[in-house]
T-cell receptor, first 113, second 116 residues
Framework: AQSVTQLDSQVPVFEEAPVELRCNYSSSVSVYLFWYVQYPNQGLQLLLKYLSGSTLVKGINGFEAEFNKSQTSFHLRKPSVHISDTAEYFCAVSRLNTGKLIFGQGTTLQVKP | GAGVSQSPSNKVTEKGKDVELRCDPISGHTALYWYRQSLGQGLEFLIYFQGNSAPDKSGLPSDRFSAERTGGSVSTLTIQRTQQEDSAVYLC??????????????FGPGTRLTVL
C-alpha cells in the first residue's frame, strides 16, 4: 500500500519570501508523484507531476518540486510567493499503470502581505 | 472546452435517505474517478473506472456506496441509507489513459453532501 505524509498542516509566509512545502511518501513499488492545488472555493488543479526522467520538475505559477528517491520525498518549492498563492496544496502518489491517487492531508499556505 | 461537471452542487438529505450524485466527465476521457473530501479524513479515493475494465472499488467505505458509469461517459455515485458521517464533498475527476499511467486528472467542482 502507498501512503503520503505532508509534514506541515499550515505554512504562514510573507509575500515575496521563498517557501517549501514538504511531502514524504511510502511505497514498496514505484510510484508517480503529483502536487495539486485547491484555491479557495475552487476545484483541484494539477501544479506538477513526476513520472520519470529529471528529478527536478517545473510546474505552473513558478512552482517546482524535486523527487528524491533515497529520502522518498517530493518537496514543493517557490522562490518568491504572492498573495494569490494562498491555497491548500495536496501531494499525491499513484502506482504505475493505475490512475488511483492517494493524497496527503494537505498543507494550507497562507501568504501574508 | 467544457470541464468536468457535477450535479447537484449541494445536497441536503435526512439520515436514512438514498442520494445520487452525478458526474459528467470531459468528452473523450476514458478514465473516471470518485473521491471524497472531508475535514476528518482529507481526500480519499473511492472508485475508479477505466474504459471497459472492471472498476476498482477498493476505496468504497461500505456496501451502502455504489457507482456506475453508463456508456463510458456519465457516472452516478449512489449512497444508500445515508449516515451523518457520509457528509463530505464528493469530487469527480476524469483523465485520458496514458500507457503506463500518470495522466493528469481534471477535477469537477464537487457535490457538497450534508446529512442531517
Amino acid at each position: 500500500a502507498q501512503s503520503v505524509t505532508q509534514l506541515d498542516s499550515q505554512v504562514p509566509v510573507f509575500e515575496e519570501a521563498p517557501v517549501e512545502l514538504r511531502c514524504n511518501y511510502s511505497s514498496s513499488v514505484s510510484v508517480y508523484l503529483f502536487w495539486y492545488v485547491q484555491y479557495p472555493n475552487q476545484g483541484l488543479q494539477l501544479l506538477l507531476k513526476y513520472l520519470s526522467g529529471s528529478t527536478l520538475v517545473k510546474g505552473i505559477n513558478g512552482f517546482e518540486a524535486e523527487f528524491n528517491k533515497s529520502q522518498t520525498s517530493f518537496h514543493l518549492r517557490k522562490p518568491s510567493v504572492h498573495i494569490s498563492d494562498t491555497a491548500e496544496y495536496f501531494c499525491a502518489v499513484s502506482r504505475l499503470n493505475t490512475g488511483k491517487l492517494i493524497f496527503g492531508q494537505g498543507t494550507t499556505l497562507q501568504v501574508k502581505p | 472546452g467544457a470541464g468536468v461537471s457535477q450535479s447537484p452542487s449541494n445536497k441536503v438529505t435526512e439520515k436514512g435517505k438514498d442520494v445520487e450524485l452525478r458526474c459528467d466527465p470531459i468528452s473523450g476521457h476514458t478514465a473516471l474517478y470518485w473521491y471524497r473530501q472531508s475535514l476528518g479524513q482529507g481526500l480519499e479515493f473511492l472508485i475508479y473506472f477505466q474504459g471497459n475494465s472492471a472498476p476498482d472499488k477498493s476505496g468504497l467505505p461500505s456496501d451502502r456506496f455504489s457507482a456506475e458509469r453508463t456508456g463510458g461517459s456519465v457516472s452516478t455515485l449512489t449512497i444508500q441509507r445515508t449516515q451523518q458521517e457520509d457528509s463530505a464533498v464528493y469530487l469527480c475527476a476524469s483523465s485520458l489513459v496514458l500507457a503506463g499511467g500518470g495522466g493528469e486528472q481534471f477535477f469537477g467542482p464537487g457535490t457538497r453532501l450534508t446529512v442531517l
